[in-house]
């Protein structure tokens, strides 16, 4: 089994050193309690908080690569979506018109004010913006929280089908232990800046 | 021929409408009174302090001296630049970005004045020298602070959006472009304002105390639209590479929003 994420030795503010390696189509779901550094371990793999230790995308090293490329490709969701043009359209240059079939919209949503939309409907749009870059790794920070379970599954079956057919490995921080049965090839559980396997 | 002379007691009528003002402003606690009346101490000071400064200077019109003049505006005008800030660069930083940008953009469009256009017998006569560096650091130091100023606030504020631009694989200068647009903008405005009213709701000072010193309104006229003209370069681009610079130095070199580099 050939790594599509490594990570080594990965140290940052109040988390690691901690070592885990994602396989290509692989989802890695963590939980933990708030302050465990989840989001912080998200966002140093994401590049976005300065770190120590080794991160690999398909044996290509982070460092190795220009910042915005790495992201592009190891890309982050964070827990809050945030928008910065009038119209959701503003925000894509190009999408996947059946995944944002699949997310329950009509090709009418770039039209659609960002003020009127609901953090739901947002999240989703927000999962749809970051697929436009075709990342190799998804980092989700709690990417449901938001949703009712109609839409749950719609986000859920996004992935399924992302991992089935172009090999995304996803590491999915979610507190809903029904959904990590449903969704996780394994399952880890952080605490205190640490991982472990859950058990 | 000069100007009519103005005597001390000229100075002390014009005083009273100051100190006017202030009794008001403590009578009806408007609290400015105590600053206005400062602010009064402190234009009659400095100035007195200039004019002393500059008729030693005139006498003594060496370039060392012309020079060192200059350079004392500059590090005051950087002074001024930083302390309007509200979120500075921490460190070397903070003053430097701002004086560093003023210093090219206000001393090139000077030399380039005095050694090209203006040409006074030497070139750096202070008559010319100082005032026209004078006018020149003043403008440019407001257009860099109120850039500075906007940059630094905006990404403060900003800063999830910022980082949600760099989450989708944005370079650092994709994700503050907008705001850096924003803030050369703000720091333009005042003299595209100054240009465009110019002559029709206001008469600018220079042009105004060389027609008061009995100079022929064409000729002040001139002079005060190639001073527009030079304050409009000057402003532009010390506000450009102000706003440059701090922008580069908002991020490091993984493309991180680096806020922490902030007071």
């Keep these: ?199 | 021929m000069g100007a009519i002379a103005l005597s001390a007691w000229d100075l002390a009528l014009a005083s009273t409408l100051v100190l006017l003002l202030a009794f008001i402003s403590w009578r009806m606690r408007f609290g400015i009174g105590r600053q206005l009346l400062i602010s009064a101490l402190r234009t009659t000071l400095q100035l007195l302090l200039i004019g002393v400064i500059l008729k030693v200077l005139f006498d003594n019109a060496t370039l060392l001296w012309v020079a060192l003049l200059a350079t004392l505006m500059l590090l005051i005008a950087g002074r001024e630049v930083m302390a309007r800030q509200e979120r500075r660069f921490a460190g070397w930083w903070g003053y430097g970005a701002g004086t560093l940008s003023m210093f090219v953009s206000s001393f090139a469009v000077t030399l380039l004045a005095l050694a090209v256009l203006i040409q006074p017998d030497p070139w750096y006569l202070p008559q010319y020298a100082i005032p026209l560096l004078g006018m020149l650091l003043g403008n440019t130091m407001n257009g860099i602070s109120l850039g500075l100023d906007r940059l630094t606030g905006s990404a403060w504020q900003q800063r999830q959006i910022i980082e949600a631009r760099l989450m989708l694989g944005q370079s650092a200068a994709q994700a503050i472009t907008d705001i850096r647009r924003e803030s050369i903008r703000v720091g333009l405005v005042p003299i595209v304002n100054a240009m465009a009213a110019a002559g029709v709701i206001s008469l600018p000072g220079m042009m105004t105390g060389q027609i008061l010193a009995g100079a022929p309104p064409l000729e002040a006229v001139k002079y005060q639209i190639l001073i527009m003209f030079l304050i409009a370069a000057g402003t532009g681009f010390g506000t450009l590479g102000a706003v440059w610079l701090g922008a580069r130095r908002l991020f490091d070199e993984r493309e991180r929003l680096r806020l922490d580099r902030l007071k």
């Design chain 1, 1 to 199: 089994m050939t790594a599509r994420l490594t990570i080594k030795q990965l140290r940052t503010l109040h988390v690691g050193p901690l070592d885990l390696q994602l396989a290509a189509g692989e989802c890695v779901v963590i939980a933990g309690p708030s302050g465990a550094g989840k989001t912080l371990l998200l966002r140093a793999i994401a590049d976005l908080d300065a770190h120590d230790g080794e991160l690999l995308l398909d044996g290509e090293s982070c460092a190795a690569m220009k910042a915005h490329q790495w992201r592009q490709r190891v890309a982050l969701l964070p827990a809050e979506s945030q928008w910065w043009g009038e119209r959701i359209g503003l925000h894509f240059e190009d999408y996947d018109a059946k995944l944002l079939e699949m997310l329950g919209f009509g090709p009418e949503v770039m039209g659609w004010e960002v003020a009127h939309c609901s953090t739901g409907e947002r999240q989703r749009l927000a999962l749809l913006r970051l697929l436009q870059n075709g990342p190799s790794v998804l980092l989700l920070d709690e990417p449901t929280a938001s949703l009712d379970a109609a839409n749950v599954a719609r986000v859920e079956a996004v992935i399924e089908r992302l991992r089935g057919e172009r090999g995304v490995a996803v590491l999915w921080v979610s507190h809903d232990t029904a959904q990590a049965e449903r969704i996780a090839s394994r399952r880890l559980q952080m605490a205190a800046g640490r991982l472990q396997e859950a058990g």
